[in-house]
């Protein structure tokens, strides 16, 4: 009798906690449905699409601007490097020992000034013998020309004699030149960096003692594209920029290269600036402002209102109350906008916001900034 209250009791308890199972399930079911009918109204409320009224889509709510024309700055922003006025590579012409160095790292030189000075007992003693040698044929010349005016001796026999005068003259001018060689001065006045050598160093033409920067000027070397060519002249003012600095600066074209280089279609110019104070330092690179031409009626429309594709650039303007497709042509680019040569008249309004989601014909309502 109690086993078979039993086996009843727990049929009875395991249908319930069954019913109740079920009946958790059902409810999660229907709050996950519901759930999701939620969100899809909610995102179509977000959207705030609409039916056409003549069924051809939804319409899409958009931001545009109406192109309006204006006068644009065209200043065209450029990298560029920043070069030494005059830079070169300090070394000896000549080979031996050094026997002095007369400038100190890191300080300012002036031009003819003696850098170092290598030894130069052997080439002296050398012009010693050449001069003792000129005098003598210089002695025998005039000898020989007298014994030529005598008639004692002949024409050619003179000649021998003023060759190996002349011969002998010239070794002197060589070793003198090379004796000069040996004191290496400053070509320019300028910064002069690290050496490499020591009193008493052999030194060889190939050895690098160090550099010399003039750097009161500097040199800023930067590339326009072949479009801009004609509009670049010498003495056009720009301004730039470096890394680590607020301070603009100014610059003055002075040359520009005469040919495209064919490889990247660009221009070479080269600028000028004074840099009395030596902030600027060469090898760093410089952000360039380079104004163009001033546009009169200008059109230019948001960056994000252009689209890239592969045979350009386009834009969407609306045209009764539906999304046209328009392919434009661009030139300068600012940080927020673009100005547009072709492909937008003044009036037409063009869309802003959600371009990425459009296609032609696609209905909008737009909301003019």
């Known amino acids: 009798m109690n086993l078979t209250y039993f086996i009843a009791t727990k049929s009875y308890f395991t249908t319930q906690i069954m019913k109740i199972k079920y009946l958790v399930y059902a409810m999660l079911l229907i709050g996950f449905i519901g759930f999701i009918g939620y969100r899809i109204s909610e995102n179509k409320s977000e959207g705030g699409d609409?039916?056409?009224p003549k069924g051809k889509g939804k319409t899409m709510n958009v931001t545009g601007i109406v192109a309006t024309p204006e006068t644009f700055d065209n200043n065209l922003s450029l990298s560029g490097s920043i070069e030494a006025n005059e830079q070169v590579e300090i070394r000896s012409e000549v080979s031996g020992i050094v026997e002095g160095i007369y400038f100190q790292e890191g300080s300012n030189v002036s031009k003819g000034q003696i850098l170092f000075k290598v030894n130069d007992i052997e080439l002296r003693a050398q012009l010693r013998q050449t001069t003792t040698r000129e005098g003598l044929a210089s002695e025998n010349e005039r000898r020989a020309k007298l014994l030529l005016q005598k008639e004692a001796i002949s024409q050619e026999e003179y000649d021998l004699a003023r060759a190996d005068l002349k011969s002998a003259q010239a070794q002197s001018q060589l070793i003198k030149a090379?004796?000069?060689k040996t004191a290496v001065r400053a070509p320019f006045s300028g910064r002069i960096g690290l050496r490499s050598i020591s009193p008493g160093t052999y030194i060889t033409p190939?050895?690098?003692v160090a550099k010399l920067v003039?750097?009161?000027?500097?040199?800023?070397t930067f590339s326009i594209p072949e479009k801009y060519a004609t509009q670049v002249k010498n003495n056009t003012s720009l301004s730039f920029k470096v890394a680590g600095s607020t301070e603009i600066f100014s610059a003055k074209v002075y040359a520009i290269e005469p040919e495209v280089e064919v490889a990247t279609r660009t221009l070479q110019v080269r600028a000028i600036a004074d840099n009395k104070n030596g902030i600027l330092l060469p090898g760093t690179f410089a952000d360039v402002e380079l104004p163009l031409d001033i546009i009169k009626d200008a059109i230019v429309v948001p960056?994000?209102?252009v689209i890239p594709?592969?045979?350009?650039?386009?834009?969407f303007i609306t045209s009764n109350g539906q999304a046209k497709e328009v392919m434009i042509e661009t030139a300068t680019r600012t940080a927020s906008s673009l100005l547009v040569l072709s492909g937008l008249k003044p009036g037409d309004t063009v869309i802003t916001s959600g371009v990425m989601s459009l296609k032609d014909e696609t209905p909008v309502k737009v909301k003019i900034k």
């Open 303 to 305: 960056t994000e209102a």
């Open 50 to 52: 609409s039916k056409d």
């Open 178 to 180: 090379q004796i000069a």
């Open 309 to 315: 594709v592969q045979k350009g650039k386009k834009v």
């Open 206 to 208: 190939a050895i690098l």
């Open 214 to 220: 003039n750097t009161g000027k500097l040199k800023i």
